[in-house]
């Protein structure tokens, strides 16, 4: 079965910096457009950045512009998030999702990960 499995959130101050990793297995990766989302408490789950399956188009939400990077290794079957200067705001838990046709609507996507958890401390 398909399992997407997301690494790398923790505790960090202001201004700091983390790497998110997602690495699938049970299906065809470089098939597949991979996003991430998050959710922070008593709020929608929201879109956060999505990269193509050749990472020639890359789609961020508007306030992680310039702050957050998308990328993938098909080889490796992994999609990362590279975080920089985080704000208390950027606090949620952090899911990856894979979807066959870009979208930035929690509903197109067909899987999910657990999720895993970035704090941001002012």
């Known amino acids: 079965q398909v399992q997407l499995v997301e690494s790398g959130g923790g505790l960090v101050q202001a201004g700091g910096s983390l790497r998110l990793s997602c690495a699938a297995s049970?299906?065809?990766?470089?098939?597949?457009?991979m996003g991430w989302f998050r959710q922070a408490p008593g709020k929608e789950r929201e879109f956060v950045a999505a990269?193509?399956?050749?990472?020639?188009?890359?789609y961020y939400k508007d306030s992680v512009k310039g702050r957050f990077t998308i990328s993938r290794d098909n080889a490796k079957k992994t999609v990362y998030l590279q975080m920089n200067s985080l704000k208390p705001e950027d606090t949620a838990v952090y899911y990856c999702?894979?979807?066959?046709?870009?979208?930035?609507?929690?509903?197109?996507?067909?899987?999910w990960g657990q999720g895993t958890q970035v704090t941001v401390s002012s």
């Open positions: 999702a894979a979807t066959r046709t870009y979208s930035d609507y929690v509903h197109a996507y067909d899987y």
């Open positions: 049970g299906l065809t990766f470089s098939r597949y457009v």
């Open positions: 990269i193509n399956w050749s990472s020639f188009n890359k």
